[in-house]
């Protein structure tokens, strides 16, 4: 069983940043491609970024390209979504999502019910 918590968000004025982490529980953290994921009100859930189980490979959501990085540190079973130049747009709840061995291209893809598992989300907003 992995538990995934998220953590991070919060208040900021359009261009400024924040730094989203994903901690999960045990000891197989290393095994599971990881992706972020927003949902904003009224709205449905979207691929935001994806990163691979050894970090060596990622894959960006166009809308956040050259301005959000994902990045892991296996040794802390963490994953990471750097937030720069924030839009009033990038308003959300922000989660986590694990996939045994999947790539970041098929975790931008999946169904949500294919994951291993979910994050309870945290909740990101940039006012203008």
């Known amino acids: 069983q992995v538990q995934l918590v998220e953590s991070g968000g919060g208040l900021v004025q359009a261009g400024g940043s924040l730094r989203l982490s994903c901690a999960a529980s045990?000891?197989?953290?290393?095994?599971?491609?990881m992706g972020w994921f927003r949902q904003a009100p009224g709205k449905e859930r979207e691929f935001v970024a994806a990163?691979?189980?050894?970090?060596?490979?990622?894959y960006y959501a166009d809308s956040v390209k050259g301005r959000f990085t994902i990045s892991r540190d296996n040794a802390k079973n963490t994953v990471y979504l750097q937030m720069n130049s924030l839009k009033p747009e990038d308003t959300a709840v922000y989660s986590c999502?694990?996939?045994?061995?999947?790539?970041?291209?098929?975790?931008?893809?999946?169904?949500?019910?294919?994951?291993?598992?979910w994050g309870q989300g945290t909740q990101v907003t940039v006012s203008s």
């Open positions: 999502a694990a996939a045994r061995f999947k790539s970041p291209f098929t975790i931008a893809t999946m169904p949500s019910g294919e994951f291993d598992y």
């Open positions: 990163i691979y189980s050894s970090g060596g490979s990622t």
């Open positions: 045990g000891r197989t953290f290393s095994s599971y491609g």
